[in-house]
């Protein structure tokens, strides 16, 4: 039959293209064909099992990779798109939670808590929990750079796909990050007049100079600095 043929040009391709991996994968048999699927390792599989583990999974590194899943084969028929969208959406769903944990768990060093959070926002850019965590990671680090560059990237996706601005506390977190930086808007910071010692050598801390004079000075300041 026409199904018959089909089949067993399908089975030639397999085994064209799998090698040697062919006849572990196919038990030996004419009628029927018995896929052995203990020999069969599925990448998002081995993903999600790293995540219950709390690794973070390479897969995690691309955008979405969850949507490549079966790419190609959409238009097969109409039972078997809705199936695959389910597929996706429960793959989706199992990655987000597996994430979210990984970056909530206070018993893991922030550095791990940070790249949980990094792939977290590479799965939804307008993590707005991710993006906290890797900010406070971040700036804990000493990298108040990149966690603002966070907060950046955050607001940008939050405009774009929700057509909103970041909640109250995630403003806050970066003002606070700002605040700890040079050249900030943050109020300045008192200085003792005492001067302290580095073992025998003295060492005072210089601010920087504020100008407290109008741009444009009077000519009788000038007139009386010349004489």
């Known amino acids: 039959t026409a199904e018959s043929l089909s089949l067993r040009g399908a089975l ?39 995540l219950e583990q709390r690794i973070v999974p390479a897969v995690a590194s691309g955008p979405r990779y969850f949507e490549r899943l079966l790419a190609g084969l959409e238009d097969i028929s109409e039972p078997f798109q809705k199936w695959l969208a389910n ?19 206070t018993t893991r060093p922030p550095a791990e808590r940070r790249r949980f959070a990094e792939a977290a926002l590479v799965l939804d850019p307008a993590d707005e929990a991710a993006c906290r965590v890797l900010m406070r990671a971040a700036a804990g680090a000493g990298e108040a750079s990149a966690a603002l560059r966070a907060f950046e990237a955050l607001r940008e996706a939050l405009k774009d796909d929700l057509d909103t601005v ?3 506390p995630t ?8 605040r700890g930086l040079p050249g900030s808007a943050a109020p300045p910071v008192a200085v003792s007049r005492s001067v302290s010692f580095f073992g025998s050598v003295p060492v005072v801390a210089v601010l920087p100079f504020r100008a407290v004079i109008p741009d444009q000075v009077p000519s009788h300041v000038i007139e009386g600095l010349m004489e």
């Open 166 to 168: 970041p909640s109250a």
């Open 12 to 50: 030639f391709e397999a085994r064209v293209a799998l090698g040697q991996a062919h006849d572990a994968l196919f038990r030996p048999g004419q009628d029927p064909i018995v896929i052995n699927r203990g020999a069969i390792t599925v990448d998002i599989d081995i993903a999600l099992a790293q």
């Open 171 to 178: 403003r806050a977190l970066a003002d606070e990050i700002r």
């Open 87 to 105: 597929l996706r959406a429960t793959i989706e769903q199992r990655l987000r939670r597996g994430l979210e944990a990984g970056f909530n768990d």
